[in-house]
């Protein structure tokens, strides 16, 4: 009874929340709806909340997620005073020759860089790349979409390395085993939204163009592409290698004082900083109500595979609680309810955590993408899930190739 009330509350809380938001209100009180309303269902002692929302708040991590946010969203302006992101958007075209390759591939390069920030840089590259093609709702899903794809497999996102940590799988081995899956996941998008942009494809450039528009591409985005090399090479993190590119930048580019005051006024963005932070909020009261921790028991109940228990404990727990926690939480637990899993269950439920985020309302990015698009969480989902289904059943799929047991 107890795990039948705890997740029907969970249910509950996340209906409250597309409520708010069908009914055009803003999403930080969406949100602070949300808050208040786990607080209430789950009776948590209000002493108890305001500690929970005091430590979040004061928290270097959650900090740390603004500032990354307020320094990638400042580069940016500065790059757009430049005409970078213009200049680069251009080299894409050249280099790609497609309009539907430009759009998955701007973003899955843009997408190497760990902050929410580069979100929207995303989202104007695929709105240039798709036009009229695609309406707000499909392009919100193509630039959401495709941005993570890094996210998916690579060990410089904390997910990932955590998973790693935790399960003893060599990194290069996981990366090898997940290149099929992400080769799914870039392909799916095409047969369901980009079929609809016209392919575009230019006659083929001469040599010396192509290598006129590359080097066009490094020159107008050097200081992304500086800040990702900073984070895997030097194990710098987004807060320390940002300041350092911002620098470099303001000497090469020569930005007077006149033009960097209106820069800090310009990057300074309330509304969505706000939204960012009360999603943390929401995220840590969530996950204060243990209500995670119960998937497990509550999935046992049903006949099904063990693997697949677990497949959908991820996904749920990712949607409530973000991958990071889940991996945390549960990946433990899979390994020894299923000890001959191996590369085969991680790479199950790697993808299926990494699909469940496309659609969490704990993820930062979908906020900022519907903020740039006009669109709501909800627009999202709709266009998300006739992708993520097949996805998550392809994955399922290849992971029985790789040997994942199916004892019940």
């Not at 191996?342 to 299926?352: E, Q, R, T, Y």
Request: net charge positive; hydrophobic share 55%.
């Amino acid at each position: 009874e107890m795990e039948y009330g705890a997740i029907l509350r969970l249910g509950l809380v996340f209906l409250l929340i597309v409520l708010l938001i069908r009914l055009k209100k803003p999403l930080w009180m969406a949100l602070a709806g949300g808050i208040a309303a786990s607080v209430l269902l789950y009776r948590i002692p209000l002493p108890t909340a305001a500690g929970v929302l005091a430590r979040e708040t004061i928290s270097w991590e959650n900090i740390s997620v603004l500032l990354s946010f307020y320094l990638v969203t400042f580069l940016q302006k500065m790059l757009e005073r430049r005409k970078r992101l213009a200049h680069a958007q251009q080299a894409f075209s050249v280099l790609f020759r497609s309009r539907r390759v430009n759009a998955a591939a701007s973003s899955i390069i843009i997408g190497l860089l760990p902050s929410a920030a580069v979100m929207t840089v995303c989202a104007e590259m695929v709105d240039h790349s798709c036009g009229d093609a695609l309406d707000n709702r499909e392009k919100l899903f193509v630039s959401c979409y495709y941005r993570h794809i890094p996210e998916m497999f690579l060990p410089t996102f904390s997910a990932v390395l955590l998973a790693l940590t935790l399960s003893g799988q060599n990194a290069g081995r996981f990366v090898l085993c997940m290149l099929p899956v992400v080769a799914i996941a870039c392909l799916l998008p095409v047969l369901f939204y980009l079929r609809k942009v016209p392919a575009g494809t230019a006659p083929a450039a001469a040599p010396g163009v192509l290598r006129d528009s590359l080097w066009t591409l490094v020159k107008n985005l050097w200081s992304l592409l500086a800040i990702v090399l900073l984070i895997i090479c030097g194990g710098f993190t987004v807060c320390q290698a940002t300041p350092l590119v911002i620098l470099a930048e303001i000497l090469l580019d020569r930005f007077r004082p006149r033009e960097l005051a209106a820069v800090v006024r310009d990057a300074a963005e309330p509304v969505l900083l706000v939204n960012i932070y009360l999603v943390m909020l929401f995220k840590a009261i969530i996950t204060n109500t243990g209500v995670v921790g119960q998937l497990p028991d509550f999935f046992r109940q049903f006949p099904l595979p063990v693997a697949v228990s677990f497949a959908l404990i991820f996904f749920f727990g990712s949607v409530v609680s973000g991958s990071q926690a889940i991996v945390a939480l549960c990946l433990p637990m899979a390994i020894a309810a299923i000890p001959d899993g191996g590369i085969a269950l991680l790479v199950l439920l790697m993808s299926i955590a990494w699909a469940a985020m496309q659609i969490s309302p704990t993820h930062v990015c979908a906020f900022v993408a519907c903020q740039y698009y006009g669109t709501t969480l909800g627009d999202l989902f709709v266009k998300a899930m006739p992708v993520l289904i097949p996805f998550c059943l392809l994955a399922f799929g290849y992971s029985v190739l790789l040997g994942l047991p199916l004892t019940v």
